[in-house]
């Protein structure tokens, strides 16, 4: 199999994935340039993950009758739009409007390029380029806080954004030279009441969940447009279970590998999506680091999911997707629980430690469930799956960082203080990681051998 496909992919995914946490590090500077607060611009936050909510679950679509490879290089071209954009806000405004835009092409970014790579690659080379494809995903919210923080430090913040100039050129232009064509799947239509009912489902949780964990409004509101977003997704659902060719095709449920996957990823990523949210935190409010440091010691899980892309695929061939998942997602959820643990009074190369092994067998669980997923799925439908993954995936998220996010703020007012304490932050280590763990739990019920033409393991005689 030749690497140039998921690696094109792999460097356009990065630049979307390292910007939507680029400005954690860099919301002071920025709110006070265009003189508005903090508290006001994690409003851009909100709408980044909104726009992604809305468009992700027509991506498929899109791809199919567009074509995979025409979408993913528009989806670069709204991305850069949206970062210059960026760039030249010089209102609270404008530069939410501008997030928005750039949300709207990373929701075409992720689900289109996870199916170039489910077109393009045989099932036996799938695990391999699925490695490289989920690196951006576990690397960029770790360099992204960093880097924000280093550029809105010693340079003009407004670079965060027009570095993605070039990078998104040479995106569009590898994509041209090395993406292959992909047939476009002949008599697809689009389904506007359920793109409108399940964008305002999805739309509706996230943004209430995102309001929860980062109050720019009261969290009452918040929790109310998840209730009204839970409300659209039971409309939804009434009303795909009448149609023909729903936009998120329900039916793809009654494969055991795709809802065993999209559960399973969706526990393990409440759990682990609140880890970049809550760990800095700690170092900075418990342990007294500055953003720099607390982005650098972050980055260190980056060498453990690295080393996976190496493993990934010798891994699922000895042991398979059951046994792996069964393992890894356990082992993934202590190892967060674990980070709740660490005291001034041990070793930082201890913390370290656990960030390398974590980051390993938290990769590994997002390579083998993104490629499991599509294991039995026809080709036909693979744009729907991965709309429908995609969805999932950032539910599941804002899910993870709301609820992480309440564990502090209950934590603060059971205990009357301003801030989180240390034992506050380990409360919420413990929770997210146990619900990481149960991750495992939908991969009890798959037989061993699933997934197994795509592990490249070989399947018993009948």
């Not at 850069?80 to 030249?88: D, I, N």
């Not at 409010?285 to 453990?304: E, K, R, V």
């Not at 695929?313 to 890894?328: D, N, V």
């Not at 656990?354 to 390579?367: E, M, P, V, Y």
Request: aromatic residues 10%; contains cysteine.
């Amino acid at each position: 199999m030749k690497r140039i496909v998921p690696i094109v992919l792999a460097v356009a995914l990065f630049m979307e994935n390292m910007d939507s946490t680029v400005i954690a590090t860099s919301l002071a500077t920025i709110a006070r340039d265009i003189g508005t607060s903090p508290i006001a611009l994690k409003l851009a936050l909100t709408s980044y993950y909104v726009a992604l909510a809305i468009f992700i679950p027509i991506s498929g679509r899109m791809a199919d009758r567009f074509g995979a490879k025409e979408i993913f290089r528009a989806a670069i071209g709204i991305f850069m739009a949206g970062s210059l954009a960026c760039a030249f806000a010089n209102s609270l405004e404008g530069f939410v409007v501008a997030r928005f835009i750039q949300g709207m092409g990373g929701a075409m970014m992720t689900p289109v390029g996870r199916l170039l790579l489910v077109r393009a690659v045989p099932k036996g080379d799938l695990v391999a380029a699925m490695a490289w494809f989920t690196i951006p995903a576990m690397v960029g919210p770790l360099v992204g806080p960093p880097i924000g923080g280093a550029i809105a430090t010693y340079a003009d913040w407004r670079w965060i954004f027009l570095i993605n100039m070039p990078i998104g050129v040479a995106g569009i232009f590898l994509a041209a030279r090395y993406l292959p064509e992909v047939e476009r799947v002949p008599g697809i239509t689009f389904d506007w009441p359920g793109f409108v009912l399940s964008g305002l489902a999805c739309a509706g949780i996230v943004f209430g969940l995102s309001v929860v964990s980062l109050p720019a409004l009261p969290p009452p509101f918040g929790m109310a447009m998840a209730a009204l977003g839970l409300v659209f997704a039971v409309l939804y659902v009434r009303y795909a279970r009448r149609v023909e060719n729903p936009v998120l095709n329900l039916d793809l449920l009654q494969i055991p590998t795709l809802r065993a996957a999209l559960v399973g990823g969706a526990l393990f990523r409440i759990g682990t999506g609140a880890v970049p949210f809550l760990f800095p935190l700690m170092l900075q409010l418990g342990f007294n680091f500055t953003p720099l440091q607390s982005g650098l010691i972050s980055a260190a899980s980056i060498g453990g999911a690295m080393t996976m892309k190496f493993l990934a695929r010798p891994i699922l061939k000895a042991f398979g997707f059951r046994t792996t998942l069964l393992a890894t997602g356990v082992i993934g959820g202590l190892f967060v629980m674990l980070i709740g643990f660490y005291r001034t009074d041990i070793a930082l190369p201890v913390l370290i430690a656990l960030l390398l092994l974590g980051g390993f067998f938290r990769s590994l669980f997002f390579t083998s469930i993104n490629t499991l997923a599509f294991a039995d799925v026809p080709r036909s439908n693979a744009g729907d799956a991965t709309s429908m993954l995609a969805a999932f995936q950032q539910i599941a998220i804002a899910t993870g960082v709301a609820a992480a996010g309440g564990i502090l703020e209950a934590g603060i007012k059971l205990h009357g203080t301003e801030l989180p304490t240390i034992g506050i932050f380990s409360v919420a280590f413990f929770v997210v990681g146990g619900v990481a763990t149960l991750a495992s739990l939908p991969f009890l019920s798959l037989p061993k051998e699933a997934g197994a033409e795509v592990a490249g393991r070989r399947v018993p005689a009948e």
